[in-house]
């Protein structure tokens, strides 16, 4: 699987794209897949256009689902088989729009297997930065690609906390669908 990374700031990353759009059935719901002419560089659980203009401010927006049937069949597929294990399940690369830092973290997060977690301290010492728990918090907060870059498997230390941009209900049917016993 190729990514594709461009190093930028959230306020400036829309800014000059135009995103091809479209509303697909998701086993737990609906996904919003989002392609630039690069290829899939956003991807929202049960939101809208509202929520993609929203993370992508100045993008021009042009909602065709039949030009993103054929990427979010595959994407859905490729979560539905476990991945990361199954990379080359895609036919277009993954596009990471974020600052260097987010970059990091969101690449170490595409090295987690189906059904397993880690926690923000884990990622931290796995980045380099042992001390930096809330800064990859953050990061893996401001993630882009939903399901794909498993942000849902990152957890903190103690286990009763269940933050998800998506919503906690949607992180645990998430891990509970992967089979990650303590959400089973």
């Given at each position: ?57 100045g993008a021009n927006l042009i909602e065709d689902a039949k030009i993103t049937a054929k990427p979010a069949r595959e994407l859905a597929a490729a979560w539905k088989k476990g991945w990361p294990q199954r990379a080359g ?96």
């Amino acid at each position: 699987m190729k990514v594709i990374t461009h190093t930028t700031t959230r306020a400036a990353r829309g800014k000059g794209l135009t995103l091809v759009w479209g509303l697909h059935d998701f086993a737990l719901g609906k996904m919003l897949v989002a392609l630039s002419s690069e290829g899939v560089c956003w991807i929202g659980i049960n939101c809208g256009e509202k929520d993609l203009a929203k993370n992508w401010p100045g993008a021009n927006l042009i909602e065709d689902a039949k030009i993103t049937a054929k990427p979010a069949r595959e994407l859905a597929a490729a979560w539905k088989k476990g991945w990361p294990q199954r990379a080359g399940d895609l036919s277009v690369p993954l596009v990471l729009y974020g600052t260097a830092f987010q970059i990091k973290v969101w690449k170490e997060l595409l090295k987690i297997k189906s059904g397993a977690v880690v926690t923000y301290a884990d990622i931290a010492r796995k980045v380099g930065l042992p001390a930096a728990v809330r800064a990859v918090g953050s990061a893996v907060g401001k993630n882009t690609l939903s399901i794909i870059v498993p942000c849902h498997r990152v957890v903190n230390t103690s286990g009763n906390k269940i933050s998800y941009g998506w919503g906690p209900a949607m992180k645990k049917a998430l891990l509970k669908a992967e089979g990650v016993p303590a959400y089973a």
